[in-house]
């Protein structure tokens, strides 16, 4: 069984949301991510593209009114797509609502 690594638990969450982050040449990428679950250090979200570990997300979602970056701790292969930690830099913002939620999370 794996052991729990997260400091803070986490909200399981069904969104979609866009993330953009530089790639190693230097050029901006844009993808649609799905939220599996949000918590006050991080969020858990499905992408079609693999990242490398440590690379920085950027996020800018006004429905969710979640703002600021993120770095990847996390990907692991999930038939087709990839399950991709992400843990929050500093200053995120995001609406209180969303992280006191009951809903256990998954993933």
Same mark, same amino acid.
């Given at each position: 069984?794996?052991? #729990?690594?997260?400091?803070?638990?986490?909200?399981?969450?069904?969104?979609? @949301?866009?993330?953009?982050? @530089?790639?190693?040449?230097?050029?901006?990428?844009?993808?649609?991510?799905?939220?599996?679950?949000?918590?006050?250090?991080?969020?858990? +979200?499905?992408?079609?593209?693999?990242?490398?570990?440590?690379?920085? +997300?950027?996020?800018?979602?006004?429905?969710?009114?979640?703002?600021?970056?993120? +770095?990847?701790?996390?990907?692991?292969?999930?038939?087709?797509?990839?399950?991709?930690?992400?843990?929050?830099?500093?200053?995120?913002?995001?609406?209180? #609502?969303?992280?006191?939620?009951?809903?256990?999370?998954?993933?």
């Amino acid at each position: 069984m794996a052991t #729990e690594k997260r400091f803070t638990s986490r909200t399981g969450l069904n969104r979609s @949301i866009r993330v953009k982050w @530089i790639d190693a040449a230097g050029r901006n990428s844009f993808a649609q991510a799905e939220v599996q679950n949000l918590g006050r250090r991080g969020m858990g +979200v499905l992408l079609r593209e693999r990242l490398q570990r440590g690379c920085t +997300v950027y996020l800018a979602e006004r429905d969710l009114q979640l703002v600021g970056k993120a +770095v990847v701790r996390y990907q692991e292969d999930r038939k087709g797509k990839y399950y991709t930690g992400l843990e929050f830099c500093g200053g995120l913002l995001a609406p209180l #609502e969303l992280l006191d939620g009951d809903q256990p999370a998954e993933g």
